[in-house]
Nanobody, 129 residues
């Protein structure tokens, strides 16, 4: 089970850090993606990571503002969100897929399209202008 948390209300230009905790299993064995769904819009990929040593992937709209990272000791993946904009307002979800399911090269080029084994419950981020 994945537990996403850290959402809330932020002002434009502000920051939030989202957490995705693995409950009952080690996230070290999984590739992790962050997604979001704004009201009235389809879900979109935000960022994904294969491992602590791999190159993270970001959608263009968040590059330079968001950072994905792992804390193996806490079994948690974070999404640090800086310079927030009103258009970042959405419910954010984390998702996990076993690392052995896809090769690194395949996952890194398709991480927003592949299937995931587990999804967190979502955490709401609201950015006011």
């Amino acid at each position: 089970q994945l537990q996403a948390s850290g959402g809330g209300l932020a002002q434009s230009g502000g920051s939030l850090r989202l957490s995705c905790a693995g409950l009952g299993f080690s996230l070290n064995d999984y590739r992790i993606g962050w997604f979001r769904q704004a009201p009235g819009k389809e879900r979109e990929g935000v960022s994904c990571t294969s491992s602590s040593f791999g190159t993270p992937i970001y959608t263009d709209s968040v590059k330079g503002r968001f950072t994905i990272s792992r804390d193996s000791a806490k079994n948690t993946v974070y999404l640090q969100m800086n310079s927030l904009k009103p258009e970042d307002t959405a419910v954010y979800y984390c998702a996990a897929v076993r690392s052995r399911t896809y090769s690194s090269s395949y996952y890194n080029t398709r991480c927003f399209q592949v299937g995931y084994d587990a999804w967190g419950q979502g955490t709401l981020v609201t950015v006011s202008s």
